[in-house]
């Protein structure tokens, strides 16, 4: 979208612009949020995080809560997609809702332009059907002016027969969610990896019954030892398995490699 955006003073002529420029993009198939991280002013938590299934999709954050819920969603395996920061690109519906709730339409800061309403994320899901989630922090969820906003949220997304879900900072700081940023590195398999991956796991099946009180690290060590690869390489195998679902641990205990099976309470999917 070339120059970064403002959300202060903004011009009615300058936000249609970003709308064009939005969806032609979209339409390109060269999906862009509508806000980036270099678009947001702020003092506060922002990140770019690479896709680990798409070489050069690098999504945009703007909170910590945000960047909790992507690594939640790209570990669900019923979502198939993920927009980030996606606009209702018609204005003129969603100042109509917000009328008809009573509420006022969202505005830029110092300005009189009307905003366009983003959804935190617009997920795609199996079968095809579509889920928008808005992230808010616990103690704004039930605060009037943010209430209103999520209401506006909800019945536009019901307009265009997509679910909507709220999300809070309370569900995403998690020891669940600390466990799936351990196994980001498996997400996606170097070329030299993805024919080890079959036999890693039926060593690592063997020796858990075997070594069910040993650290885990020792059982990652021997698999290296018996396959004749780097432990590095191993550990990464083992963190594929969490993460395409072969291999399950409790949620709550924190998978770090000095726990044994029987404390991680690991299972595998044979």
């Known amino acids: 979208m070339g120059m970064g955006k403002t959300r202060v003073r903004t011009s009615a002529k300058l936000q249609r612009k970003w709308i064009s420029d939005f969806s ?4 390109r198939g060269e999906y862009e949020p509508f806000y980036r991280t270099q678009d947001v002013t702020s003092s506060g938590f922002k990140a770019r995080i690479p896709c680990p299934h798409n070489a050069g999709r690098v999504y945009h954050l703007l909170s910590q809560n945000e960047t909790n819920t992507l690594i ?34 969202p505005k830029h800061v110092w300005s009189a332009t009307d905003k366009a309403i983003t959804f935190d994320f617009v997920c795609t899901l199996v079968g095809g059907k579509k889920r ?5 922090p616990k103690h704004l969820v039930e605060h009037k ?3 209103e906003k999520l209401m506006l949220e909800k019945t536009l997304a019901e307009s ?12 995403k700081n998690s020891e669940a969610v600390r466990n799936i940023f351990r196994i980001l590195r498996g ?10 991956y079959t036999d890693f796991k039926d060593h690592f099946v063997r020796l858990l019954s075997k070594r069910t009180y040993h650290p885990l690290r020792n059982i990652v060590h021997e698999v290296a030892s018996i396959k004749g690869i780097d432990f590095i390489d191993s550990f990464t195998l083992m963190q594929h398995g969490f993460w395409i679902h072969d291999i399950y641990s409790d949620p709550e205990v924190a998978l770090l490699p000095e726990h ?9 999917n044979a």
Request: proline share 5%; glycine share 2%.
């Open 24 to 27: 032609e993009k979209e339409e």
């Open 72 to 105: 939640q969603l790209l570990h669900d395996p019923l979502v198939i997609d993920i927009k980030e920061q996606y606009p209702v690109t018609d204005i003129a519906k969603s100042k109509a809702f917000a009328k008809a709730l009573e509420i006022k339409h």
């Open 132 to 136: 928008a989630v808005s992230v808010k």
């Open 145 to 147: 002016r943010t209430n």
């Open 160 to 171: 265009l027969g997509w679910e909507y879900e709220i999300t809070t900072d309370e569900q």
């Open 187 to 196: 997400a996606n398999l170097p070329i030299e990896l993805v024919n080890e």
């Open 260 to 268: 044994s099976p029987y404390y991680l309470g690991l299972k595998v």
